[in-house]
């Protein structure tokens, strides 16, 4: 206390000067408009920018939520959008069809991801407690990532389209010629789709898209663009190089997609092939 007071005393010409200046300050504003007006303004100017750099700094605490959160949105409308666009083709066929569910999208982190050998996997944080069974497609927004491959309680491991394993039914969009869509391990950012036929008008930048022709991806979901293309030695098919849309070495988010008619799919593909 005693410090306060010797405070006073050594500075009690420069706080009697601010009180002063402060209390004129105040008449002065209390009876121009003109300066009060300009006093509110500044004082609004002030505590909006505190405000706004407040609500920032919490927007940016809050991003990973938000993220989860527009995760399950994009999950939910996969899901109308895939089925409401299948609903509104049988329709069209047979107005007796009933609307239904024909796939479900499931989210998920990824845990782990490699990119540089010749048999590429990830590692996911869903499992058989979330429903999640091999042959499951798993995408992104921007394209095609891979297929379940194997899957535990808590977590499944997925198989690249960086895999020389891998073989993905896949087609140009603008026309319905088919291929299968492969990996030579040249680069993660390029893959071959192979067998389409020499009279495919192909031409670079085309796009191209999952073919439906399989139980496992929908008919329609991107993969890539056409960088180049080359005759095979027969001179009967084309091998030509896509350009992924997904970064394959930047994967966090990810979408499952379960197939409902699956089982039924395989098991007349079986009998036709035997």
């Known amino acids: 206390m005693q410090q306060i007071v010797n ?8 706080l009697l000067f601010l009180l002063l200046f402060g209390i004129s300050l105040f008449l002065t504003i209390q009876s121009h408009a003109y300066h009060k007006s300009k006093f509110i303004s500044s004082a609004n100017f002030l505590t909006g920018g505190l405000y706004n750099t407040t609500h920032g700094i919490g927007q940016y605490f809050n991003l990973k939520d938000k993220n989860r959160q527009l995760v399950k949105e994009n999950q939910r409308l996969r899901n109308l959008v895939f089925n409401l666009k299948l609903d509104t083709l049988n329709t069209l066929a047979i107005d007796s069809t009933l609307l239904g569910e024909y796939y479900r999208f499931t989210s998920a982190e990824v845990l782990k991801n490699s990119y540089s050998l010749s048999n590429n996997y990830l590692t996911i944080n869903r499992g058989k407690k ?39 039914n896949a087609q140009l969009k603008k026309t319905n010629h088919i291929g299968s869509l492969v990996w030579d391990t040249k680069s993660p950012e390029l893959v071959q789709l192979v067998d389409i036929s020499k009279f495919a008008p192909v031409a670079v930048g085309d796009t191209i898209m999952t073919g439906g022709q ?3 991806f929908p008919k329609g979901i991107l993969i890539g663009k056409v960088e180049n293309f080359s005759l095979d030695v027969g001179g009967d098919t084309y ?24 089982s039924e799919i395989k098991a007349l593909q079986n009998k036709a092939d035997e």
């Open 7 to 14: 405070f006073i005393i050594r500075n009690k010409t420069a």
């Open 130 to 168: 979330d429903g999640i069974k091999q042959d499951f497609g798993v995408i992104t927004s921007n394209g095609i990532v891979g297929i379940v491959d194997n899957s535990s309680k808590n977590y499944a491991t997925v198989l690249s389209v960086l895999s020389i394993k891998s073989r993905i």
């Open 214 to 216: 399989s139980a496992i």
């Open 239 to 262: 091998t030509i190089n896509v350009r992924l849309f997904n970064d394959m070495t930047n994967i966090g988010h990810v979408y499952l997609i379960e197939n409902f008619n699956a």
